[in-house]
Protein backbone atom coordinates (compact mmCIF):
# COMPACT_ATOMS: atom_id res chain seq x y z
CA UNK A 1 0.00 0.00 0.00
CA UNK A 2 1.74 3.31 -1.26
CA UNK A 3 0.98 6.21 0.86
CA UNK A 4 0.60 9.58 -1.35
CA UNK A 5 2.44 12.35 -0.60
CA UNK A 6 -0.84 14.84 -0.07
CA UNK A 7 -2.75 11.76 1.84
CA UNK A 8 -0.55 11.55 5.17
CA UNK A 9 -2.98 14.36 6.84
CA UNK A 10 -5.92 12.33 6.05
CA UNK A 11 -4.32 9.19 7.63
CA UNK A 12 -3.42 10.64 10.31
CA UNK A 13 -6.55 12.37 11.02
CA UNK A 14 -8.30 8.96 10.94
CA UNK A 15 -5.76 7.65 12.90
CA UNK A 16 -4.93 10.39 16.02
CA UNK A 17 -8.87 9.97 17.41
CA UNK A 18 -8.56 5.84 17.21
CA UNK A 19 -5.20 5.31 19.02
CA UNK A 20 -6.07 8.15 21.59
CA UNK A 21 -9.49 6.39 22.51
CA UNK A 22 -8.06 2.93 22.58
CA UNK A 23 -5.12 3.99 24.98
CA UNK A 24 -7.57 5.76 27.05
CA UNK A 25 -9.86 3.14 27.46
CA UNK A 26 -6.38 0.42 27.83
CA UNK A 27 -5.53 3.20 31.11
CA UNK A 28 -8.69 2.64 32.62
CA UNK A 29 -9.19 -0.92 32.42
CA UNK A 30 -5.22 -1.77 33.43
CA UNK A 31 -6.19 0.88 36.47
CA UNK A 32 -9.71 -0.96 37.30
CA UNK A 33 -7.65 -4.43 36.92
CA UNK A 34 -4.47 -3.50 38.95
CA UNK A 35 -7.55 -2.68 42.14
CA UNK A 36 -9.16 -5.83 41.43
CA UNK A 37 -5.69 -7.75 41.45
CA UNK A 38 -4.92 -6.06 44.79
CA UNK A 39 -8.62 -6.84 46.42
CA UNK A 40 -8.61 -10.44 45.13
CA UNK A 41 -4.56 -10.66 47.00
CA UNK A 42 -6.05 -9.46 50.24
CA UNK A 43 -8.75 -12.37 50.21
CA UNK A 44 -6.70 -14.89 49.16
CA UNK A 45 -4.24 -13.50 52.30
CA UNK A 46 -7.57 -13.72 54.42
CA UNK A 47 -7.64 -9.92 55.32
CA UNK A 48 -10.69 -8.58 55.91
CA UNK A 49 -11.80 -6.14 53.08
CA UNK A 50 -13.77 -3.85 55.34
CA UNK A 51 -11.33 -2.67 57.17
CA UNK A 52 -8.88 -2.22 54.65
CA UNK A 53 -7.09 1.14 54.15
CA UNK A 54 -8.28 1.89 49.67
CA UNK A 55 -7.24 4.77 48.65
CA UNK A 56 -10.83 7.44 48.44
CA UNK A 57 -10.65 9.65 45.70
CA UNK A 58 -12.53 13.25 46.84
CA UNK A 59 -14.19 14.93 44.62
CA UNK A 60 -14.82 18.25 45.40
CA UNK A 61 -17.69 20.02 44.32
CA UNK A 62 -16.42 23.85 44.91
CA UNK A 63 -13.34 23.30 42.72
CA UNK A 64 -15.16 21.61 39.80
CA UNK A 65 -17.82 24.00 40.00
CA UNK A 66 -14.92 26.77 39.81
CA UNK A 67 -13.26 24.85 36.91
CA UNK A 68 -16.61 24.87 34.82
CA UNK A 69 -16.58 28.26 35.74
CA UNK A 70 -13.11 29.07 34.50
CA UNK A 71 -14.16 27.70 31.32
CA UNK A 72 -17.65 29.15 30.95
CA UNK A 73 -15.76 32.30 31.71
CA UNK A 74 -12.61 31.85 29.80
CA UNK A 75 -14.69 31.17 26.36
CA UNK A 76 -16.97 34.16 27.21
CA UNK A 77 -14.28 36.47 27.52
CA UNK A 78 -13.02 35.25 24.46
CA UNK A 79 -15.95 35.39 22.06
CA UNK A 80 -16.19 38.70 23.42
CA UNK A 81 -12.37 39.74 22.43
CA UNK A 82 -12.91 38.17 19.30
CA UNK A 83 -16.23 39.77 18.26
CA UNK A 84 -15.62 43.14 19.56
CA UNK A 85 -12.14 43.95 20.23
CA UNK A 86 -10.29 41.92 17.38
CA UNK A 87 -13.55 41.76 14.74
CA UNK A 88 -11.75 44.79 12.67
CA UNK A 89 -8.42 42.55 13.03
CA UNK A 90 -7.62 40.02 10.49
CA UNK A 91 -5.77 36.41 11.39
CA UNK A 92 -6.88 33.26 13.42
CA UNK A 93 -8.57 33.91 16.82
CA UNK A 94 -9.17 30.32 17.68
CA UNK A 95 -5.90 30.37 19.74
CA UNK A 96 -7.58 32.67 22.31
CA UNK A 97 -10.54 30.71 22.93
CA UNK A 98 -8.08 27.85 24.15
CA UNK A 99 -5.42 30.26 26.18
CA UNK A 100 -8.45 32.33 27.60
CA UNK A 101 -9.86 28.82 29.17
CA UNK A 102 -6.64 27.88 30.68
CA UNK A 103 -6.58 31.32 31.99
CA UNK A 104 -9.77 31.39 33.67
CA UNK A 105 -9.77 27.57 35.03
CA UNK A 106 -6.58 28.39 36.33
CA UNK A 107 -7.89 30.96 38.44
CA UNK A 108 -10.93 29.13 39.38
CA UNK A 109 -8.50 26.50 40.54
CA UNK A 110 -6.04 29.05 43.03
CA UNK A 111 -9.88 30.50 44.37
CA UNK A 112 -10.68 27.12 45.35
CA UNK A 113 -7.73 26.65 46.80
CA UNK A 114 -8.10 29.86 48.44
CA UNK A 115 -10.97 29.21 49.78
CA UNK A 116 -10.22 25.32 50.89
CA UNK A 117 -8.04 26.60 53.01
CA UNK A 118 -9.79 29.46 54.77
CA UNK A 119 -12.59 26.99 55.48
CA UNK A 120 -13.37 24.79 58.40
CA UNK A 121 -11.52 21.92 59.01
CA UNK A 122 -11.58 18.52 57.64
CA UNK A 123 -13.90 16.44 59.69
CA UNK A 124 -12.88 13.39 58.27
CA UNK A 125 -16.66 12.33 57.11
CA UNK A 126 -15.36 12.14 53.68
CA UNK A 127 -17.78 14.20 52.60
Avoid at 24 to 53: P, V
Avoid at 60 to 75: D, Y
Avoid at 87 to 103: K, N, S, T
Wanted: proline share 3%; with cysteine; net charge neutral.
Amino acid sequence: MEVVEGNIEGILGVMIPIIAIVGGLSLGFAGWYMRYRERMEMINRGMDLSKAEFPKTQRNPLRSALTFLGVGVGLLVAYVLCHTVLAGVGGEHEVIYVGCAFLFVGLGRILSLMLEKKGPADTGNGL
